[in-house]
């Protein structure tokens, strides 16, 4: 079925079960990398916060066999768990003194961001963008994010470079940042400490020297990779330079340089796994990057 008809006959449908005090509409939501998604918002009169719930995924499960009926009911499903309880007042995010504190920055690729970027304050990276965001915290929508864009800015009476400046002390309090061995990785996903399958730990490590360098909320940590120090911290404990390959938006890979691995090969690594494995929201960059301790610095090779 046809996204734009399919999206109308779920508003038609949400409007019908919640009665005419309830409106639903669907706006196109630029998301990472230039993808557009439906948004579907559903808002009462006076309602200042309207979560938004993406029709992609329902599309797909009702061309997988799901009835619409089916579909509808867990679309208000979700609406239900994700509407503020309380009446959230965003009144607050007109003022820059309510939001410098926790103004942070992550990073997204230029390429592909091409129409974002006209839209947001960013500085260029490499091929690469320092955006920024407020990280929300409160009791009626929990933690989340609210991308600032040049209305924003202007709104505040603020600049990129001040932008910049709070983003780099707050990103890194709020968000401090961790480098784990891979192994530490598989049994955090894994949910185990490595005891169960008898791992020798420095033969893990021996076989697999990459490390992993996010956040400890390890939501968008890719940009750990440009906090200050960090990468010299890194490299001096490694005594090395350091490929930096990037696994996605949440999080980068640290392999210690030996003059072993050919650049070409993990370039091909990227590249699989930003086709196989990567969410194509979750894109990073197909670049592999070079930390060296000399000049203190990184570079795209």
Aim: one cysteine or more.
């Amino acid at each position: 079925m046809d996204m734009e008809v399919f999206a109308g006959k779920i508003c038609a449908a949400v409007e019908k079960e919640l009665g005419r005090e309830f409106q639903a509409e669907i706006r196109e939501v630029r998301k990472n990398n230039g993808i557009l998604l439906h948004g579907l918002l559903i808002s009462s009169e006076g309602q200042a916060v309207v979560p938004t719930i993406y029709l992609e995924r329902f599309l797909e499960a009702h061309e997988s066999g799901m009835t619409f009926e089916e579909v509808v009911r867990r679309v208000l499903s979700v609406y239900e768990r994700s509407n503020p309880k309380g009446c959230a007042d965003m009144d607050f995010f007109k003022s820059f003194g309510n939001v410098r504190d926790r103004i942070c920055y992550r990073l997204i690729g230029r390429r592909g961001n091409e129409g974002l970027l006209e839209e947001i304050p960013y500085v260029e990276f490499l091929d690469l963008a320092i955006c920024f965001y407020y990280a929300y915290h409160g009791e009626e929508l929990g933690d989340g994010t609210i991308l600032i864009y040049n209305s924003h800015m202007e709104m505040w009476g603020t600049c990129t470079e001040e932008l910049l400046e709070l983003a780099k002390r707050n990103t890194q309090k709020l968000f401090p940042w961790v480098c784990c061995s891979m192994e530490e990785v598989i049994n955090e996903v894994m949910g185990t400490d490595g005891t169960e399958d008898g791992l020798d730990e420095g033969l893990f490590q021996q076989e697999v020297p990459m490390k992993v360098l996010s956040n400890r909320q390890r939501v968008h940590g890719a940009v750990c990779m440009v906090y200050p120090d960090v990468l010299e911290d890194i490299a001096r404990k490694e005594g090395r330079d350091l490929y930096i390959l990037p696994s996605s938006i949440h999080e980068v890979i640290i392999l210690p340089y030996t003059g072993n691995e050919p650049a070409s090969a993990l370039k091909t690594m990227i590249e699989e796994v930003n086709t196989t494995q990567v969410d194509p929201q979750e894109v990073l960059s197909y670049s592999l990057y070079y930390y060296s301790r000399d000049t203190h610095s990184v570079m795209q090779v």
